[in-house]
């Protein structure tokens, strides 16, 4: 049995819970909801859903959950999703960047509602090697979505590891005038992703429970959850 939380203070929970339960796991997944710290010691992974991510913030940092999260991502896996992946991310940069408070367990730069005005929302295929059916496009629900505008990780951070990309094409042209740094020679480089991992973590710019497709949710319990759980039963007490 696995235990995953769903930060439930606002945005997109019960979506997630719905799929989380329907998703076609081996293994029995318990689903904690949670509001407050007592919850989320319960949980062996946490799902941070989308929403709006100056809210979910204030109302993490008014139930005293902010710094239990980041703590808890220390150890165990977390999947923000849309605003819960801005969460996730070490900066926000960009002129609609608001001033929230970040948990930040992936090491990425990411811009708040970066597709900008004229494709603020909508919809895309994605493929996505990683998940069963492979060549079975994911549909993505892309919703004010946040742009990943830099990767930065350090010398000691783990790898991150692309998992979809999406056409540049659906890039507002004002994004391809501007070099991301120095080092990077093209500069939408990071910006047609939307969908990543680090370490024990994982980030999609869209809204795989908003789909009737479990595949995104399968793919985190199986390799996200499952190998902690078991690494941890089988290190030496
Ligand atoms: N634009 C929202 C934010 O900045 C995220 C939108 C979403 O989660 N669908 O928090």
């Given at each position: 049995?696995?235990?995953?939380?769903?930060?439930?203070?606002?945005?997109?929970?019960?979506?997630?819970?719905?799929?989380?339960?329907?998703?076609?796991?081996?293994?029995?997944?318990?689903?904690?909801?949670?509001?407050?710290?007592?919850?989320?010691?319960?949980?062996?992974?946490?799902?941070?859903?989308?929403?709006?991510?100056?809210?979910?913030?204030?109302?993490?940092?008014?139930?005293?959950?902010?710094?239990?999260?980041?703590?808890?991502?220390?150890?165990?896996?977390?999947?923000?999703?849309?605003?819960?992946?801005?969460?996730?991310?070490?900066?926000?940069?960009?002129?609609?960047?608001?001033?929230?408070?970040?948990?930040?367990?992936?090491?990425?730069?990411?811009?708040?509602?970066?597709?900008?005005?004229?494709?603020?929302?909508?919809?895309?295929?994605?493929?996505?090697?990683?998940?069963?059916?492979?060549?079975?496009?994911?549909?993505?629900i892309f919703i004010r979505?946040?742009?990943?505008?830099?990767?930065?990780?350090?010398?000691?951070?783990?790898?991150?590891?692309?998992?979809?990309?999406?056409?540049?094409?659906?890039?507002?042209?004002?994004?391809?005038?501007?070099?991301?740094?120095?080092?990077?020679?093209?500069?939408?480089?990071?910006?047609?992703?939307?969908?990543?991992?680090?370490?024990?973590?994982?980030?999609?710019?869209?809204?795989?429970?908003?789909?009737?497709?479990?595949?995104?949710?399968?793919?985190?319990?199986?390799?996200?959850?499952?190998?902690?759980?078991?690494?941890?039963?089988?290190?030496?007490?």
């Amino acid at each position: 049995i696995v235990t995953i939380g769903i930060l439930a203070l606002q945005g997109a929970f019960a979506e997630h819970q719905v799929m989380l339960q329907k998703a076609s796991l081996k293994r029995r997944v318990v689903i904690v909801l949670v509001r407050q710290q007592e919850d989320l010691d319960k949980c062996d992974a946490l799902i941070i859903p989308g929403g709006e991510s100056t809210t979910i913030a204030l109302l993490a940092r008014l139930a005293g959950l902010l710094e239990p999260i980041r703590e808890f991502l220390k150890t165990k896996p977390v999947w923000g999703t849309c605003a819960g992946a801005i969460l996730l991310s070490r900066s926000v940069e960009g002129a609609k960047k608001g001033g929230q408070e970040l948990l930040g367990g992936i090491s990425i730069t990411i811009e708040r509602n970066g597709f900008g005005s004229q494709v603020e929302s909508f919809e895309a295929p994605l493929e996505v090697e990683s998940l069963r059916e492979a060549n079975r496009p994911f549909h993505g629900i892309f919703i004010r979505a946040p742009v990943v505008i830099g990767l930065n990780p350090s010398p000691t951070d783990p790898p991150i590891q692309i998992i979809s990309r999406i056409s540049a094409s659906l890039l507002p042209t004002s994004q391809t005038a501007v070099p991301l740094d120095e080092d990077d020679t093209d500069p939408r480089d990071s910006r047609t992703i939307v969908a990543l991992r680090q370490g024990l973590h994982l980030l999609t710019t869209f809204h795989p429970e908003l789909t009737k497709d479990d595949r995104f949710h399968e793919y985190f319990v199986r390799e996200c959850v499952l190998p902690t759980l078991s690494s941890r039963s089988s290190s030496p007490a």
